[in-house]
C-alpha cells in the first residue's frame, strides 16, 4: 500500500532517473539530517564516483534538470554540497495526508506486505500453578504488540501461548499437593496456596533425596498417563488458565492458541529418534540422548538417562508442529533475554536436523524489571509485584489523578477512564523503549500527564475529541439560532431563509502555519513507523512516533487556535487536522495495546 510519502519518494527517485545522468540503481534517496531544511535527500557520492565526476557538481546538474510534474508531492529541489535535497509541497501533502486518514479512518498505517504470509508469535507462556507476575508482563505486553504491528501489516499472525505445564517441576507441584493437601480457595488465591507448598517442598528437598526422587517419580507418572497425576495436573492447568484470562482481558491480550508443552507429549519420541537418525544426536553410555552441535555452544540433552525429557525436547516439538500447522514464514519467541542460549541452541539443533525455518526463527529477547531502588524484582528478595496486584495499584493511582483532575464525571466513566489511563501507563512503561534494556517500576514517571507516558499520549487525544465536542455543540447552537431567525425572518417577508454561514467545506490549503505543517508532517509518518516496527520486532518504534505526534499536536494546539481561529473558513480547516490527528493517536495507541478514552 502506498501513503503520501512513499508517492513522494517515489517521485523523487523517478525524476532523478529521468534525467538521464544517474541510473535507477543507483539513485537510492535518504532521510537528511535534522538540521538540514529538507525531506529527503540524494547523496551523489556512489553515482558520482561511477561517472568520475566530483559529488558536488553531479548535484548541481542534477538540481538543474530535475523536473517535476504538476501534481507531484515535491515542491522543491536544491544542490547543497554532495547533497540533492528535496522539499515537499506542504499544500498538496496536507491534502494527501488528510484525505487518506479520513478514508482509512482506523486503517490508516496499515499495510499489504504481509499478504499471503503466515507468522507464528510465541508470547506470555506463565507457568501453570502460579500467578502471572512481573516477569510475565514483558513477553505478554511486547508480544501482543509485535502480534498487533504484524496484523496491521496484513500478515496472518498466529499468537501461540506456550504453557510451562511439563516437566520435574510440575513433579514438584503434584509432589507437594500429595503431601500437604489440594488448596480449597480459588482463582489467584488457590495459586497463592500452590506457590507457597512448591517453595516448602523446594526447600525440603534440599535435605531429603526421597522428596527430590518422589518429585521425579511423578514427573515421569505424569509423562506416563497416570490417572491420579494427570487429574491433578488438569485441575492446576483449568485453575491456572482461569485466573490469568482476567489479566489478559485487562491488558488487552487475545491470543489464538494456548498449547501447554503437555500437548506435545506424543511427539517427543519421534523427535529424539529423528535426531539419532540425523546424527545430530548420540546415546550416551548411561542411556541420555545427547546433542552436541560443536562451536560455542555447549552440549545439552534432549532425554535424561531416566526417559524423561527436557525443553529442548517439547520446544522441537512445538516448532515441527507449527510448521505442519501453519506453514509459516517466520517464528518469534518473545522470551526473557536469560535464554539467548536456549534459543541458540534450539534455532541450531533444528538447522543441523536439516529444517530451513531454523534461518527464520527469531528471538525477541527483553531485559529485566527493577524497583525504584535498583534491585531486580523477585519472590527470593521479597519485593515481587504480582501482574493482578500490579493492574489493581495502576488502576487505582489513576483513579485519583480522575478524580483531581475530572471531579464531575460520572463514576462510571470515572471507573473506565482510570482502567484505561492505569493499564496503559503499565503497557507504556514496558513498550516505550528497547525491550533488550531493563526497565524500572516508577509510579510517578508512569502516570505523568507530562512527558514521555501514556496518560500524556491518551491525554492529548483526548484534547481532540474535546475540542470536536465543543465545536460540535457550538455549530449545533449556531444551528438551533440560525433556525430560529430564520422563522422570523420567513414569517416578516416570506422569502426563504439563507444556508448558515458556518456550513463550510474545509480546505486543506488553509493550514500554512509552521505548526500545522509539523503536525501534518508527522502525521504521514505513521505508516512507515509501523513498517519499521514490523520489521524490526520493535514496538517502541510506535510508541516514539506517538509521543512525537502528541508533541507536534501541542505545539499546533498552542500556537493556532481552533475554535476561536481568524476566519470560519480556517476554524473547520483546524478542525479537520484535530479530528485526523485524534484518528492517528488512536491508530498508534491501538497497535501498543492502549486505550484511548474520549475525555480525561
Aim: hydrophobic content about 40%; proline content about 5%; some cysteine.
Amino acid at each position: 500500500m502506498d501513503y503520501a510519502l512513499d508517492r513522494f519518494e517515489q517521485q523523487v527517485r523517478d525524476a532523478i532517473a529521468a534525467t538521464g545522468k544517474v541510473p535507477a540503481a543507483q539513485s537510492e534517496v535518504a532521510q537528511p539530517k535534522p538540521n538540514i531544511p529538507a525531506d529527503l535527500a540524494f547523496p551523489t557520492f556512489r553515482a558520482a564516483k561511477e561517472l568520475g565526476v566530483p559529488p558536488p557538481r553531479l548535484a548541481q546538474e542534477l538540481a538543474e534538470a530535475v523536473r517535476f510534474g504538476p501534481d507531484s508531492l515535491a515542491g522543491g529541489v536544491a544542490a547543497a554540497g554532495p547533497f540533492l535535497n528535496f522539499t515537499l509541497d506542504q499544500a498538496r501533502l496536507t491534502m494527501a495526508v488528510l484525505e487518506e486518514l479520513e478514508r482509512l479512518g482506523p486503517r490508516y498505517g496499515s499495510d499489504d506486505r504481509g499478504a499471503g504470509k503466515t507468522i507464528v508469535v510465541d508470547y506470555s507462556a506463565p507457568n501453570i500453578a502460579k500467578r502471572m507476575h512481573i516477569g510475565h508482563i514483558r513477553s505478554t505486553i511486547i508480544g501482543q504488540s509485535i502480534v498487533n504491528i504484524l496484523r496491521f501489516m496484513g500478515y496472518r499472525v498466529v499468537g501461540d501461548n506456550h504453557l510451562g505445564d511439563w516437566g520435574k517441576q510440575f513433579g514438584v507441584v503434584i509432589a507437594s499437593v500429595m503431601r500437604y493437601g489440594k488448596p480449597r480457595t480459588e482463582g489467584e488465591a488457590a495459586l497463592a496456596e500452590l506457590e507457597e507448598m512448591y517453595t516448602r517442598y523446594s526447600n525440603a528437598m534440599k535435605d531429603s533425596p526421597e522428596m527430590d526422587d518422589e518429585a521425579r517419580t511423578w514427573s515421569l507418572r505424569l509423562e506416563q498417563g497416570d490417572p491420579q497425576a494427570r487429574a491433578l495436573w488438569q485441575w492446576t492447568v483449568d485453575t491456572t488458565l482461569q485466573a490469568n484470562q482476567r489479566n489478559y482481558e485487562r491488558l488487552g491480550v487475545q491470543i489464538d492458541h494456548a498449547y501447554g508443552e503437555s500437548f506435545y507429549e506424543t511427539m517427543l519420541q519421534g523427535v529424539i529418534k529423528e535426531a539419532l537418525d540425523k546424527g545430530v544426536a548420540y546415546r550416551d553410555e548411561g542411556g541420555a540422548v545427547v546433542v552436541d552441535l560443536g562451536g560455542n555452544l555447549p552440549t545439552f540433552l534432549l532425554q535424561r538417562s531416566d526417559g524423561g525429557t527436557l525443553y529442548h525436547t517439547r520446544d522441537v516439538a512445538t516448532l515441527m508442529f507449527r510448521l505442519n500447522e501453519f506453514d509459516p514464514e517466520q517464528v518469534i519467541y518473545v522470551v526473557g533475554s536469560p535464554q539467548d542460549l536456549h534459543f541458540r541452541q534450539l534455532f541450531a539443533l533444528v538447522k543441523a536436523m536439516g529444517y530451513p525455518i531454523a534461518d527464520r526463527c527469531v528471538h525477541v529477547s527483553f531485559g529485566t524489571v527493577f524497583d525504584t531502588h535498583g534491585q531486580p524484582l523477585s519472590t527470593r528478595r521479597g519485593n515481587m509485584v504480582y501482574l493482578e496486584t500490579l493492574l489493581n495499584e495502576a488502576h487505582a493511582r489513576a483513579r485519583a489523578v480522575v478524580d483531581q483532575a475530572s471531579p464531575d464525571l460520572p463514576e462510571a466513566e470515572k471507573e473506565q477512564i482510570a482502567e484505561a489511563v492505569g493499564v496503559g501507563a503499565v503497557i507504556y512503561n514496558d513498550l516505550y523503549q528497547d525491550p533488550r534494556r531493563n526497565i524500572t517500576l516508577d509510579w510517578e514517571r508512569m502516570l505523568t500527564l507530562e512527558g514521555n507516558s501514556a496518560p500524556y499520549i491518551q491525554y492529548m487525544h483526548a484534547r481532540c475529541r474535546s475540542i470536536l465536542r465543543k465545536a460540535a455543540e457550538e455549530d449545533e447552537r449556531r444551528r438551533t439560532k440560525d433556525e430560529s431567525s430564520s422563522d422570523v425572518r420567513e414569517r416578516l417577508s416570506g422569502q426563504d431563509a439563507q444556508p448558515s454561514s458556518f456550513v463550510l467545506r474545509p480546505s486543506s490549503e488553509l493550514l500554512t502555519h509552521p505548526a500545522e505543517v509539523g503536525l501534518v508532517k508527522q502525521l504521514a509518518k505513521l505508516p512507515g513507523a509501523v513498517r519499521e516496527a514490523g520489521e524490526r520486532y520493535a514496538p517502541f518504534v510506535i510508541a516514539e512516533w506517538s509521543y512525537e505526534t502528541a508533541r507536534a499536536l501541542s505545539a499546533f494546539y498552542h500556537d493556532c487556535p481552533v475554535l476561536r481561529a481568524e476566519t470560519p473558513e480556517l476554524r473547520a480547516a483546524r478542525l479537520r487536522l484535530v479530528a485526523a490527528t485524534a484518528q492517528a493517536l488512536k491508530n498508534g495507541l491501538a497497535l501498543l495495546g492502549i486505550r484511548a478514552p474520549e475525555r480525561m
